[in-house]
């Protein structure tokens, strides 16, 4: 009963931020590219400089993307000393999709300053197929609980 109370939990917050994703589309277009800020370079400033806010953030969505990546890799390890117990499951799993989902945030940051539709498409279809694959499983959980048990019982 626990293990199924944990894990509509788990679904229902991870849904929640898979959501997110498709809100900041809608937000988006609501917008439109008119309601974008708008980065122009000055006379006789180089074009790309323009473009740095947008390679900031690639570089962040990357560092972010690897971090929820081993997070979430220790909350699936049975050795990993942080995922001893199911305790620890949620969290990890929790802040592993926001990482995840936060790479939607940035494409959302790069259309309101540039007004291009493709940068959004291209951080938000990552943050979902991130999100995605380090998806929480239901067999991590009942294996952190089977784990907590025998452990308890020794």
């Known amino acids: 009963l626990l293990i199924e109370r944990q894990w509509l939990t788990i679904r229902i917050l991870w849904g929640s931020l898979l959501?997110?994703?498709a809100v900041y589309l809608i937000i988006a277009h609501v917008v439109g590219p008119e309601g974008a800020v708008g980065i122009e370079p000055e006379p006789g400033d180089p074009k790309w400089l323009a473009h740095v806010p947008r390679y900031v953030?690639?570089?962040?969505?990357?560092?972010?993307l690897a971090a929820a990546f081993f997070i979430r890799r220790?909350?699936?390890n049975p050795k990993s000393r942080i995922s001893r117990t199911m305790g620890a499951y949620l969290p990890m799993i929790m802040v592993s999709s926001a990482l995840c989902e936060s790479v939607g945030i940035y494409g959302l940051?790069?259309?309101m300053m540039e007004g291009q539709f493709l940068w959004l498409y291209v951080f938000v279809g990552v943050s979902a197929a991130a999100m995605v694959l380090l998806r929480p499983r239901k067999r991590d959980l009942i294996d952190l609980a089977v784990r907590s048990k025998s452990r308890g019982n020794s």
Not at 57 to 64: E, F, I, N
């Open 74 to 76: 220790a909350a699936g």
């Open 109 to 111: 940051v790069i259309f």
């Open 19 to 21: 959501v997110a994703l």
């Open 57 to 64: 953030l690639s570089v962040m969505a990357l560092g972010v």
